[in-house]
């Protein structure tokens, strides 16, 4: 099953007076980035939260924000002294009263206001309750996300089997015009001798020698079996559960290299035609997979 990096998710859920917002919007990215806007008192519930997205999301860069509002008491907090930083401040005030020569009074308003000294804190008893509500809000925002990277997942392999059809005709017609390059380069070639010497006979051991040669420079059989292999892969990958962009980006790459040699031993009008023809289909299929996770 494809599945889109780009797409929107939102989840609502009640716990109590508390009702809990989430939003989840995912972007393309060739790894997996989780941005988390959480209130900063509830930064310690961040790994829980991560895996939650972890377990769900495989590549993109994915942000996840939250919001919480509540209808009964205003939620009670604990304020924690944070004693080492507190410490480490009223030494760099000494060191620099020491440097500078003024010997001025830490007043303690001043110090308790300096970041992070005072520790707001919800009470403990709330935080598993908070965690609970969290991750009931986020797994229905990943739901809603999940609806619409599986909808445009769908688009998006519609427009991959349309241009893989069109790869295998292109395939196709370069197989049925192989067989007839050695058969014209035996004509030109006999056509080529006879114009330059017309009252000698051709010695057709030395152009039947010349034909075979040719015959093996411009073989391009395997470029045509490895595609065509790659072309099925890149089918039975649209079936598969798993995060599978990156491979078809691999298998891309390996097609367009056999479509570039096919080109290049064939010499011929006809299949250079037919190879400008896929690597443009091959062009807008890698500017697709870019889009899938």
Do not use: C, W
């Amino acid at each position: 099953m494809i599945k889109s990096m780009t797409a929107f998710g939102r989840g609502e859920y009640q716990q109590g007076d508390t009702h809990y917002f989430a939003e989840i919007r995912s972007l393309n990215n060739r790894h997996r980035d989780i941005i988390l806007r959480i209130p900063k008192n509830y930064q310690p519930l961040e790994e829980g939260i991560r895996a939650l997205v972890s377990s769900r999301i495989k590549r993109g860069r994915i942000e996840v924000s939250f919001q919480m509002e509540s209808s009964g008491e205003a939620t009670a907090y604990d304020l924690e002294l944070n004693l080492p930083l507190a410490d480490a401040y009223l030494r760099v005030f000494k060191q620099l009263s020491a440097r500078s020569g003024l010997d001025q009074e830490v007043r303690l308003e001043a110090l308790l206001q300096m970041k992070d000294v005072i520790l707001i804190k919800p009470e403990m008893e709330d935080m598993e309750e908070i965690r609970e509500g969290l991750h009931k809000v986020l797994t229905l925002s990943l739901d809603s996300l999940d609806e619409m990277r599986i909808r445009e997942g769908d688009n998006i392999e519609k427009d991959f089997i349309k241009r893989l059809n069109r790869l295998d005709g292109y395939i196709d017609k370069v197989h049925v015009r192989a067989p007839e390059l050695v058969e014209e380069y035996r004509k030109r070639l006999t056509d080529k001798i006879s114009s330059m010497l017309e009252e000698v006979a051709v010695d057709q051991t030395r152009l039947a020698q010349e034909v075979a040669f040719f015959s093996e420079r411009s073989d391009i059989t395997e470029e045509i079996v490895r595609t065509r292999s790659h072309l099925k892969q890149f089918r039975e990958y649209l079936s598969h559960d798993d995060a599978v962009g990156r491979r078809l980006d691999f298998l891309i790459q390996e097609i367009n290299r056999e479509v570039n040699t096919l080109g290049v031993k064939a010499s011929d009008t006809v299949i250079s035609k037919i190879v400008v023809e896929m690597k443009a289909e091959l062009e807008k299929l890698r500017e697709q997979v870019q889009n899938v996770e």
